[in-house]
Each structure stands twice: as structure tokens, then as C-alpha cells.
């Protein structure tokens, strides 16, 4: 690395939802003129499909975790926090491997990588992988623990989220995996609190959103950090075309996709961390099933509690004769832009309701945990381009969503429309695009 250049290091939280944005700044940076490193994981290093992007340069820190053990968030940020950070540390001090770097660049979820590099002396910005409405739900959390509104569910509209006062309910408010009563006692949410908190006070914040989508909530974020760049969708933009999935990606139904009228199949993808139980999985089959429509049901292995994939795909070509078809990791973004697909039931995913949104398909939401319960409710109450089942599987609810998605020209209409403006968003001038040169100058100044 030339010692003179500005030089940035790009560290994701470990995960395939977070990698994903991460990878597609890092290169817009890269055709930017700037010097990058990428962060991985070794276990994440060693499952990579393909090949960085041209003049990305990969390195890898231990996550503290035995190869066999897929861990929870909480365990992981454990992990990462001791052996992680040690090596992190290692890395950027002035011996290390990659002591030229002159910002970083980190998940706002790794607290460490922010302490670390303000010890060393290294600017660093946040980066956030979720949306703006779902930071600020959780930047506002102890104001909704203040104003006792975490319980849930409930329909009771909150006070304690600025701007969403008119819509946004307790069961919109991010939840946990555990069953407790109030979000505001949930470990997973607590935590995320806490480390929202912590990225709040970095040098910046980075959002993978569009100001055309948020703007209020952006305003508001801004308005208690130094300052915004919503640079988003970053992978409308991207060079890098290529894979950056963790798991083997079947394109065998893109084929299937083409035999198939224009929007005449319902894509089902619950991302690459949602479990349901198998009565969940039941009533999501039946009510697919009971739609008429054909299915592409993205099934992986470790999803359904206690069942094995076999016996799922064999429940899935009994109950369907043929219609539905299941595969362990798909090609999204390619399905989610072929012509056959006519929606889109997830779980509300950033990721996924971004490459959503970009093709202008319309979304069934069923949101799993955290950020996704805000989404979702975004989807159906202000951006009006899906409906949100929230907590409910219910197989009547599944039929009658998907078929009121599936007709609607007016979701359809909005889902279009707020496609169209990403596009415009992300082209230069847009506002995206002008963001994002903002960014680089922005992190060319650090430097002196
Ligand atoms: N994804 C994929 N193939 C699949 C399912 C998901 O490539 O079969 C990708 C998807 O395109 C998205 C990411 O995995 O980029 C999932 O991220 P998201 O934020 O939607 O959800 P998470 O997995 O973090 O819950």
C-alpha cells in the first residue's frame, strides 16, 4: 500500500446481511480512487463463493468460535469482543498488517472497532446496515423504556419515536428472540440499544438508505450525530455483479422462473437468520398453497426447527403437485428483477426490501425479529408498496395477503414508482450519488 494514500478499512459484522452493503460500498470506494482493506472473518473467509471484487484486498481476524458452531448475535459479540478485538487491534496498530490505515469504516454494531480506533488515533465512521427508521426505533429506546411503550403486542400507538408518532405501533418497535413481555427487557434489543448508542457518537454515520425513503428519520438521526450520509441503495449501483453469498446459490430456478407467465409467481425468502417452527412452516404452506399461485420458496437447511430439508421439499411437492418450487439459497436479486415474479413474501429484511424495492416488486411482510418489525410497517403504512402480516402465519391471513398483493394495482403503482426514484437517486446527480462523493471527500479530509 502506498503510505501516502488515503486508506480505508471496511469491517462488517460477520454476517451475510451485513457483508452484503459492505461489499458494495467498499467497491464504489475503491472506483472512487481509494485504498481499501475488507475485514472478514476467517471462518467467512474460508465459505466465500467468489472472487473480491478487482482492487479489494481481503483480510480476516478469528471470530472466537469453534468451526462447527453457527453462534447467536449475542455470543458472537462476545466473542468478537475478546479474541476479535485483540486481533483487530493487532492489526491497526503501528507494527500491524495494516498500519497504513488512515479511517475506518465499521459496522455500527462492533463497539470495539470504534474504542479501538479512537485509542489509536484513527477516525472512524459508522456504518448501518439496517434502515434509518429502524436506527432511530432503537437509538429512541430508552425514551420508549422512560415513556413505558416497549410493551408488546399491541396497537397502541408510540410517542417515543420522533417523526412516526402517527403510525408506528409497540409491535413495530424492534423485538428480540426471546419471549419477553416488553422489547425494553429483551437481551437482543437492550443490546443493539446499546451499541446503536455507542455507533451514534463515531465521526459519522453512513446509511444504506435513500433520503427519498427517509427522510424524516434521517433528519432526526441527524440531528444527535455529527453527521448523515444516506448513500443507499448501494447495490442498485454496484460494479460488482458477482455473488457475495455465504452459501451456494441454485440457479436452477431461473430456469424454472422463465416457463412461467409475467408476474405470475410468488417469491418466498425469510433471509439468512429467520428459524420458524414447523407449525409456522405448515400454515405458510398451506396458505401459499391455497392461493393457487406458484411459489419459489427459498428453504435452508437450518430454517425449520427440527425438520430436515428433505422432508420439507417432500411436504412441498405434496402439497403442490408440482407449483411450488424450493431451493436452499437463491439468486435474489436476480429473481427478485426476472419479469415472472409478481411478489415478494419476506421477512422485511433491509437488504431484501431494498434489492426489493429497486425491481419494484410488491411485498407481503413477515417480519421475524429486530429492525424488520419496523420495515415492515413502513412497507405498508408510509411507503404504501406491500401489506405486513407483522406477527400472525396464519394460513387464511398468508391467502388473503398474497392474493390482495398479487391483484393490486395500486401497490403494484407505488412499488413501481418508489423504484423508479431509487434509480434516479443512485444515477449521478441524484441525491444518493452526490451523497456519496460528499463521503469521499469527507473521508479524504480525515487524512490530513
Ligand atoms: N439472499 C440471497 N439468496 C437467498 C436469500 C437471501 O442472496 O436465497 C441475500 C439477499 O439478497 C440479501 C441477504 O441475503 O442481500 C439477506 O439480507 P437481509 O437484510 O434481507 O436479511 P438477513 O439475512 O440479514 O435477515
Not at 469453534?66 to 503501528?94: C, I, K, N, V, W
Not at 463497539?111 to 465512521?125: C, K, Q, T, V
Request: glycine share 6%.
Amino acid at each position: 500500500m502506498d503510505d501516502a494514500a488515503v486508506h480505508v478499512l471496511v469491517f462488517p459484522w460477520p454476517r451475510q446481511g451485513h457483508i452484503n452493503p459492505m461489499l458494495h460500498f467498499a467497491t464504489a470506494l475503491v472506483d472512487a480512487g481509494v485504498q481499501v482493506s475488507f475485514l472478514h472473518t476467517e471462518r467467512n473467509l474460508r465459505r466465500l463463493a467468489h472472487a473480491p471484487p478487482v482492487g479489494l484486498r481481503l483480510l480476516s481476524i478469528p471470530d472466537g468460535q469453534p468451526d462447527d458452531h453457527p453462534p447467536g448475535f449475542l455470543e458472537l459479540q462476545e466473542s468478537m469482543s475478546t479474541t476479535g478485538s485483540a486481533a483487530y487491534r493487532a492489526l491497526l496498530s503501528a507494527a500491524g498488517a495494516d498500519s497504513t490505515v488512515t479511517c475506518v469504516v465499521a459496522d455500527s454494531t462492533i463497539p470495539f472497532a470504534f474504542d479501538i480506533a479512537d485509542e489509536l488515533g484513527i477516525p472512524s465512521l459508522a456504518f448501518v446496515t439496517h434502515s434509518a427508521c429502524s436506527y432511530l426505533a432503537l437509538l429512541s429506546m430508552p425514551k420508549l423504556v422512560e415513556l413505558g411503550e416497549t410493551a408488546f403486542p399491541a396497537d397502541d400507538l408510540v410517542r417515543g419515536v420522533p417523526g412516526m408518532e402517527g403510525f408506528l405501533r409497540r409491535r413495530d418497535l424492534p423485538r428480540g428472540l426471546c419471549c419477553a413481555e416488553k422489547c425494553g427487557e429483551d437481551p437482543l434489543v437492550l443490546k443493539l440499544a446499546e451499541v446503536t448508542a455507542r455507533s451514534s457518537k463515531a465521526r459519522a454515520l453512513i446509511v444504506n438508505t435513500a433520503a427519498s425513503m427517509e427522510r424524516s428519520a434521517l433528519a432526526h438521526i441527524a440531528s444527535c450525530t455529527a453527521d448523515v450520509f444516506a448513500v443507499g441503495p448501494l447495490h442498485a449501483k454496484s460494479r460488482f455483479a458477482a455473488s457475495t453469498s455465504l452459501w451456494r446459490e441454485d440457479d436452477g430456478c431461473m430456469a424454472w422462473l422463465d416457463g412461467h407467465e409475467d408476474r405470475s409467481v410468488v417469491y418466498v425468502s425469510l433471509g439468512s437468520l429467520a428459524v420458524i417452527t414447523h407449525e409456522q412452516f405448515t400454515e405458510f404452506l398451506a396458505g401459499l398453497a391455497a392461493t393457487g399461485y406458484a411459489f419459489l420458496w427459498v428453504l435452508r437447511p437450518d430454517m425449520v426447527q427440527m425438520a430436515s430439508s428433505a422432508l420439507l421439499r417432500e411436504a412441498v411437492g405434496a402439497a403442490e403437485g408440482g407449483r411450488g418450487r424450493v431451493v436452499q439459497w437463491a439468486p435474489q436479486r436476480d429473481v427478485l428483477r426476472h419479469r415472472a415474479v409478481g411478489c415478494f413474501l419476506t421477512h422485511a429484511g433491509w437488504n431484501s426490501t431494498l434489492e426489493c424495492a429497486v425491481e419494484g416488486v410488491p411485498m407481503v411482510c413477515w417480519p421475524f425479529f429486530v429492525d424488520q418489525q419496523t420495515n415492515s410497517r413502513f412497507v405498508d403504512a408510509v411507503w404504501r408498496t406491500g401489506l405486513d402480516m407483522k406477527d400472525i402465519s396464519d394460513r387464511g391471513v398468508v391467502e388473503r395477503t398474497v392474493r390482495e398483493v398479487m391483484k393490486s394495482d395500486e401497490i403494484r403503482g407505488m412499488a413501481q414508482a418508489m423504484a423508479q426514484q431509487l434509480r434516479r437517486d443512485v444515477a449521478e446527480p441524484g441525491l444518493s450519488s452526490s451523497e456519496f462523493e460528499r463521503l469521499v471527500r469527507f473521508i479524504e479530509e480525515l487524512k490530513h
